[in-house]
């Protein structure tokens, strides 16, 4: 093989980061930098310089990427953001905003939330010290505490929050007694199990590396206009699709028939295709285990073989030079080759990073030039090693410091070796490295010194590269890079044999799914909202082909998304579109609207998922109910009313023909039209006279108000913000006991079925002779009439609209076990594995996630 | 629990540049996290509005850029420009940088004479202190000069070639050249000795030095350049060694040494061809044996499996040293290979597809799978069955070869 003639100038500085003082030179390795030297100029420098490197660009054929399959039958939802968990207090001492974990309100509204789980093991512990039933004094033993005539003192007092309420001596002893140990115990658990739980959400949201390489891949058919499109599906992305796309040219792709399904037992983090001496294969990389098919030539996978990885798998990689032979990496630091023939060779082990001290587990590995030899990295640096030497030998090849000149803070996300493309590489010996500022090209066989750098500025960390081969004979091979956020960047890769790898052109940005918005149809705010939420879920895999045959080179690019949407463009090269001209607006077609509709009609149809947290929602169907009997005659809150009883947008017919112009309608209300008058009195600004009024009028003692009533789910508390009760927030400080008490309290068995389920929970776990006891207690609490209304409760004043939870049907799903995970892929996907069922274990019990 | 997300997210409180970068408890920066931040923080200190601005701008530049928009791009960067009026000292001090970055520019785009004033202003930019940074900017600036000057030099040699001896110009040209040779060297010196990739200055120096004859000094360049152990090892610095010591007719000794430090830094390169000429015609017996070694290690790598010379010389080595009774070296290269080689070169896939696009490289392949893995093997006899009115002579040669030398059941 060629070597580089004539390298770049580079500074070559040892060592880590920040210690020397050396200017930043890496602008002269950036791209377009080929320097010719005057023996090679007069004569060669014509000939050699491509004809195409100023001007090359791929240009789309629409705004943005369309879908390719209709949306699957799960609902999906984007689970935790990062604005969930930052804190939004000012800091007058910080000189810069900055991102806090707001682990204060988080666990305070757990503790308000899901007393029960917080408090549950702990009232199981003193239970024996406790008497729930029977005579006096029945037990000898003078530890145990009657909770019978505990209760008696509390009767009828609400001590809590009130400075001057009247405490028994029984009750001062127990606060005294028990108040540190309730106190502490549950907050120091419950902290350190929330500490840990918050700090893995928030590094997954910073960075989820679980997808590195990516989930979707494209393994080519029997034509070049036909293939097979290989991802996961499903809310857990535990089914493996394989989905025939034929991509006429000249046209859109389009997916043939149904795919094929192989249900795994995990959730598939990575797809790798690769075809080696004409046989194609095909890994798959779920957390714990990986898996090898061979593709035949009609497209049917045969399993090969499946590998248990006790520690986690984090990489799967295919060999493009021997057919069957893979590198697998291990959270332990483990490397393996793996053959279905000859099983698993270990050939690294190193717990420890390359080059500092990192504590990522994070593990990648591929193949190089030679097929002996592998790379392996981490997030400190990429080392090669070859697995027929002694173990632990290598050579660094890139360093995380000062010889790549790369910046504080800056680590490896990915490393792909990009010689394999195609029959006759062209770059049989670079190496890819991208870390979340910049790419690096690295010759194995120039270690630590980058042929190549660019700062990508992607805005999400890029965890996909995709290197293709070139579009036409002499063209520089197109190399993509995509974020986690769906970004998108094209670049030009030229050089090969004796010249240096170079960017031929400027790189290029493509459109993201979020750009499609503007394909599909307005909607109302909360589909609206829906929508823009699924476009915007994060990228999970890339692929990207260019069908050979077609007269005028196009590339046909697939995207999967988190929601498991398969979104597709296509774009055209512009060869030498020349230095003045701007890229053409691309515009959507009737087409694909019209595909865009189709997409959309479908996704609105799947049910959303349960929200996470939903804000609180005043129910107005008793209400509602009531009023039916008035019997009330004008269309316009007849129709209001059949809108709000159906929970859907107010259209104009629903109000009947009302002039289209002019202020807004003001219906006569009938005089005991509660709900109108109410509206109107909104309307008009004199809520607080009508709410006067009102109060006065319902204090009889015929139309006692209603207990209010409040359920969350269970899974919704630590997303859940201070929003929610924001009838209240502004006036009362922001946890008052009295607030949560009218649930955090059990209610006597005269209450509607609903509240018969959360008594059987309160009841739950106590033997069966106790639990009618324990019924006649809870009978004797004080019930929430009892409470002098506006002096502790600040919520007392909403009487008439009584808040409950927007969707019912979740009390019976959340409160009937320990919060099932919440609904995401991870934790229905992690339930539905099997043999990772440790790792189940192990993260239930903690507190709701 | 503050202490915890004091611990979790520390923020680079006295670097003002890296205001993008928050950090996470890992001590990896996350560009993107100043997005979320943004979106939720309401206290702390707010950027300068000046700052501000720039950023904002910054960033609608590149956007443009990487959509092709260039008119709007260039629109921005008038606008951009005002951050020259930034106070900052840091940035002033990056001045020769861009001033530099802006030279290099002009010098891949032919525009020689520019980027020579441009250099000429960043050579004489002083910010503060001289600080060692800045002497490596000056020293890398003063290089690209001498640079400049040896395209200067070089044009005039051309001329000069063209001019009779004897001519009064002749005189004249080559006394200016003089002068710009002593120049550039002046100037190309200094960086050389700093550790890193200097390929087009060492060239130019060492093509300078060899046309007044310092021949000496060239090979101290050269040898520097590549043994130094500061410099990255660079596979340049020993070829343009060889190169240099083929020029003078060094003794092949000397040549095998050099390239056997090549051989050990990039294998598969294209001058291990040439290496194993040298030391198959090399009298000591453990060159004869390092010589197969090249051989193999070149056709271990993906890029050269087609190279139909290395095959060629590799199936006439082999004969030859099983000739020579050396069987020991042929198996100690073999068991290393003979696990992964058959799959990787001596499939019927490639037998197939060898034979289809080229083949002479075929028969080479054949009798190089016939020697290593006998008769039985799926591309030996492949390529055996096969009736090619040309070849025909060819492939009887390779057979009556490979039953005569094969390594599998060398006793019948």
Redesign the interface.
Known sequence: MDFPSSLRPTLFVTGPLGLSNVPDMSFMCSWRDALTLPESLPENSKNEAPPLATGLLWEPETPGPLPLLPPGPDPWDPGVTAQDLLFRGAFPFRRKPQAVLDVTEQLSRFLWDHGDIAFAPLGKLMLENFKLEGARSRSKKKTVVSVKSLLQDLGGHQPWGCPWAFLSYRQRRFSIVGGPVLGKSVASLLGELLHEELAMRWEQLLLDDAFTGGALAWVPGGTPQVGQLVYPAGGALDTLCFQEVSLPPGGDPQALGDPGHIQLRGPVRQVVTRTVQGESLLAVRSDYHCALWKVSKQGRAAPLQVLQVGKGATGISLSPHLPGELAVCSRSGAVCLWTPQDGLQQVYKDPETLVFCDPSPWRWADFTAHPRVLTVGDRTGVKIIDTQGPPGCGLLLFRGGAEAACRQGERVLLSQYLGECGAEPRLPTLQLICTQFSLYLVDERLPLVPMLKWDHDLPSAPLWAQLLPPPCPGYPQPLLLGGQGGHLQLLHLAGEGASAPRLAGPPQSLPSSSDSLSAFPLLEPKSQWRLQERLKAPTIGLAATIPSSASKPVLSLFQLSAAGDVFHQHLHLQADPGPHSRAPAASWTPQATACCSRWLKALLDVPPTPPVWAAPTFSHRRLLGCMEQRKVEQKGPEGLRAAMAAGRLLRQKDLGSLPSAGPPPAPEPGPEDELSARLEAAWEGRMAAWWERQQGRSSGPGRQPKRRKRRTQLSSTFSSLSGRLDLSDATSPPHSPDRASPEARPRPPVTPPSQELTQELWARGVPSERQQTLRDYMARLPLQEDTPRGVCSPLSGTSSSRATPSRPQTLQDGTAELPPGRNTRRGAAVSSSQTSRQQVLRKKPRMGF | ??D??EE??R?K?EDDQ??S?????????????Q???????????KEKDFAQTTNACLSFI??A????????AAEFMHSYFQILEDSDSHKRQAAP?ISL?HA?YL??HGMLEDANRNLSHAETWRYGEK????E??IN?IQ?YKGLLQ??TW??KK?ELSTLDEDDYAYNTASQNMLNHSWKTSVNLCALIQ????????V??YV?MLEFYGDQDGAREVLTNYAYDE???????AH?YLYNFLKREKAPREKLISVLKILYQ??P???LMLEFHRLLRKSEKEDHHKLGLEVLFGVL?????T?NITAWKYLGKYLRQTLVGNHLAWVQEEWN?RKN?WP??HF?S??AKSDWKEDKALACEKALVAGILLGKGCRYFRFISKQDDQVLRKKIKRIKKSVKKHSIVNPGL
């Open positions: 629990m503050s915890f997300s979790l997210i923020s409180t890296e205001e970068c928050v950090f996470s408890g890992t001590g990896m920066s996350f560009p993107w996290l997005k979320y931040i943004g979106t939720v923080a309401t206290g702390g200190k590149q956007e850029l990487l959509k092709h928009r260039w008119q709007k940088e970055q290099l010098l891949h600080s060692s940074s800045q490596v900017l890398l290089a040896y395209y070089s044009k051309m700093t550790p890193g990739v200097w390929d087009p200055f060239k130019s093509e500061k410099f990255p090892s660079n596979p340049n070829i830094i990039v598969s390169h294209k271990d790598f993906a890029g050269c087609k290393s992964w799959s990787f499939s896939f490639w």
